[in-house]
C-alpha cells in the first residue's frame, strides 16, 4: 500500500511539472500609463461627420434617403437659421442633382473640419471648435 501512495504522488508531481512547462506563463502587466498612449479629448472626423449627418438628416422627411431644396428650407425655417437656404443648399449639392445626399454631406463635412483643424492634427478640440466659450473669435 506504501508503494502505491508512493507511485501515485510521484506520477502527480510529474503531472504538474508536464503541465507547467507547456503552459506559458503569461507576462508581467506593464504599467498603463506607459502602454497606452494619452487619448486627446476631441472630436475626430469620423464623429464629426456623423454628428453633423444624423442632425441634417431630420430634413429628409419623406425618408427617401436625400433632401430636396423644399425639405431644406423648410428645415431651416424651423430651425430659424439665419441666411439664404438656397445658398446653404447649393453649396452642399456638389452634383447639381437637386438633392442632397448622404455622400455629399460627408464630402461637405469633411472639408469643414479641415478648415476647423487649424493644427491639422485629426482632432477637433475645444478651442478649435466655433461657438466654444474658448474658441477664439472671429475678428481675431
Known amino acids: 500500500m506504501f508503494s502505491r501512495s508512493i507511485l501515485a504522488l510521484v506520477l502527480s508531481l510529474q503531472t504538474a511539472a508536464a503541465l507547467a512547462q507547456t503552459t506559458p506563463t503569461p507576462a508581467p502587466a506593464a504599467p498603463a500609463a506607459t502602454t497606452a498612449p494619452a487619448s486627446k479629448p476631441g472630436i475626430m472626423l469620423a464623429q464629426f461627420q456623423a454628428r453633423r449627418e444624423k442632425a441634417l438628416m431630420k430634413a429628409d422627411t419623406d425618408g427617401d434617403g436625400k433632401i430636396s431644396l423644399a425639405e431644406w428650407t423648410a428645415f ?24 442632397i445626399d448622404r455622400a455629399e454631406l460627408d464630402t461637405f463635412f469633411a472639408k469643414r473640419f479641415a478648415r476647423l483643424d487649424k493644427n491639422g492634427d485629426g482632432v477637433l478640440t475645444a478651442d478649435e471648435m466655433p461657438g466654444h466659450k474658448t474658441a477664439p473669435n472671429q475678428g481675431q
Open 76 to 99: 431651416q425655417a424651423k430651425r430659424q437659421a439665419k441666411g439664404d437656404p438656397a445658398k446653404s443648399f447649393a453649396r452642399m449639392d456638389a452634383n447639381h442633382d437637386g438633392f
